[in-house]
């Protein structure tokens, strides 16, 4: 039993039909194909996840890692999974269903913390948690219709014309007619093949980071030319992480604590002698001195600031 979360330094869900979702379902159609005529598929590899397990902070509750690196991966086969489930559940084959529900959702709620948040193996940024749970819990593709109306013709069909459908309702959605129209078309023990070259086939490599690797420095390294992690979003996860989610709202925290220090002033560049960060880092950095009465080394204000 274990959560993956993305942290909140991540961005949200960018990944697409045309850029990604097109080429993944051909993979996977490859691999079920292969095992449809009894070739045994080479694993086909997605690249490597990085997370950082987290300690628990309150007593029972989900085990869980952020996601440093592979976000994008680890959603969209939950979308996927998704998917194939909503499927083969209209297609009434009972035999995968059942294997499906323990790779996108914990058991034994009663022992949570949170459960409407816990029982997801993935747990999205702020801004995609909304979608993401409205369609993961649907339990049909009759009842993921009801719950985004707007998102469908009268006669059923997903608009394509004149409307941004959520990124978890198109992926869904999406590999769930893919993989009808697929077991439709290849008779009783497609379904199996599917979902073997899912859970099988495709695979990652976990790098999990121990305790006192700084995940900051694993980031800019596996993301250098990508979105630029400053000390303080790795602050900012951190804290919010550590909240009793029990007793208090991560969301009502932000509003109202953390959300002035996104304010522009604070990122804006100020430089001391040879070193230029943003404001809300020399803040922090000032900050940890003044409690401390020690110095410091500002490369490691993240590590500094957890100590």
Do not use: C
Request: aromatic share 10%; net charge neutral.
């Amino acid at each position: 039993m274990l959560q993956y979360k993305e942290p909140f330094y991540q961005r949200a869900y960018v990944w697409t039909l045309k850029k990604q979702w097109e080429l993944l379902w051909k993979d996977i159609q490859d691999k079920a194909e292969e095992r449809l005529t009894g070739i045994a598929p080479a694993p086909h590899f997605l690249g490597a996840i990085v997370v950082e397990p987290q300690e628990l902070v309150w007593m029972g509750g989900v085990p869980t890692a952020h996601i440093i690196d592979g976000q994008q991966r680890l959603t969209t086969l939950q979308y996927v999974l998704k998917g194939l489930r909503l499927a083969v559940r209209d297609l009434d084959i009972k035999n995968v269903d059942i294997h499906l529900g323990t790779v996108l959702e914990n058991p034994n709620p009663d022992t949570m913390a949170v459960p409407e948040v816990e029982v997801f193996k993935v747990w999205p940024t702020f801004i995609d948690q909304k979608p993401f749970t409205t369609t993961m819990t649907a339990k049909s593709l009759v009842e993921l219709k009801q719950r985004y109306p707007d998102h469908f013709t009268q006669a059923g069909n997903f608009r394509k014309i004149g409307i941004t459908h959520p990124a978890a309702l198109e992926a869904v959605w999406y590999f769930a007619e893919r993989v009808k129209a697929w077991i439709q078309s290849n008779g009783g023990k497609a379904a199996e093949a599917l979902a073997m070259a899912v859970l099988q086939d495709l695979k990652v490599v976990l790098i999990r980071l121990e305790k006192g690797d700084d995940a900051q420095v694993i980031f800019e390294t596996l993301n250098g030319r990508g979105a630029e992690l400053n000390a303080t979003d790795l602050i900012r996860n951190h804290l919010f992480m550590r909240v009793d989610a029990a007793s208090e709202s991560q969301e009502d925290l932000y509003n109202t604590k953390w959300k002035q220090f996104e304010a522009a002033r604070w990122k804006v560049g100020e430089r001391r002698g040879r070193i230029t960060k943003p404001r809300l880092e020399w803040l922090i950095y000032s900050t940890i001195r003044a409690e401390t009465g020690q110095e410091g080394d500002l490369s490691r204000l993240y590590v500094d600031f957890k100590d």
